[in-house]
């Protein structure tokens, strides 16, 4: 849990990433996937001139707050840098969250449970509820509790099959549909996550991929 410093902390510096998002580097990088929205989702840039103390070695990052009804609880980087060794990092000691917990507000008898934050943006963007499963090692057995009540529980995790033969997307995909009674899965094309499709190949694809599955 957050003490009520280290909460007016993260939201004080999410506040700061956010007013500094728009004509950086960070919203150019999420035009570009698509992500026109970036005010829903309180979208922040980290410079050398807002950055937090502690938050030092994000300079250049994209923010991507964990928003809740009370306030951010957590809180997310992501490098810019194509030739990055990590692409995301969080700060240390930080518990693991679903993100866009917000959408569970809207009425709906449909939610899509995605791999990641941006595949969740990608979906809550285009009217849909969307949460998002943080990487495929983060799912918690008591996040299925925010399930309960939906008709329709669409899984929609990446298709990354590797040489090897693995496919961590789509293996967590049959692991979540075990944990979700009465879930279904969105097979996407071979190659692909909810957002290069939806950049790709636009809305149309996404309705076609939750109209179906299996």
């Known amino acids: 849990m957050h003490s ?15 007013e500094a998002y728009a004509g ?8 570009r ?7 829903m989702f309180r979208l922040g840039c980290v410079t050398a001139e807002n950055a937090a ?3 030092e070695q994000y ?3 994209l923010c991507i707050p964990y928003l809740t009804p009370t306030g951010p609880v957590a809180v997310k980087f992501r490098s810019l840098r194509p030739d990055a060794s990590t692409k995301y990092l969080i700060p240390t000691g930080q518990h693991t969250h679903l993100y866009n917990v917000t959408d569970l507000h809207k009425k709906s008898a449909q939610i899509v449970l995605t791999e990641g934050e941006i595949d969740a943006m990608t979906f809550s963007m285009l009217g849909l509820v969307a949460v998002g499963v943080p990487g495929v090692n983060n799912w918690k057995p008591f996040y299925r509790r925010i399930f309960d009540g939906y008709e329709d529980i669409i ?6 099959a590797r040489d090897d033969g693995t496919n961590p997307g789509q293996e967590m995909a049959r692991h979540l549909r075990q944990e979700l009674y009465g879930s279904r899965i969105a097979v996407l094309p071979r ?8 950049v790709e190949q636009g809305r149309e694809a996404l309705t076609a991929l939750v109209s179906r599955g299996e």
């Not at 899984?155 to 990354?160: E, G, L, R, Y």
């Open 4 to 18: 009520d410093t280290s909460r007016k902390l993260l939201a004080s510096a999410i506040t700061g990433y956010a």
């Open 24 to 31: 950086s580097p960070a919203e150019e990088y999420m035009l």
């Open 33 to 39: 996937r698509g992500i026109s929205a970036g005010h």
């Open 53 to 55: 103390p502690g938050d």
């Open 59 to 61: 300079i250049g990052m």
């Open 155 to 160: 899984i929609a995790t990446d298709n990354d």
């Open 191 to 198: 190659g692909y996550d909810v957002n290069s499709l939806y």
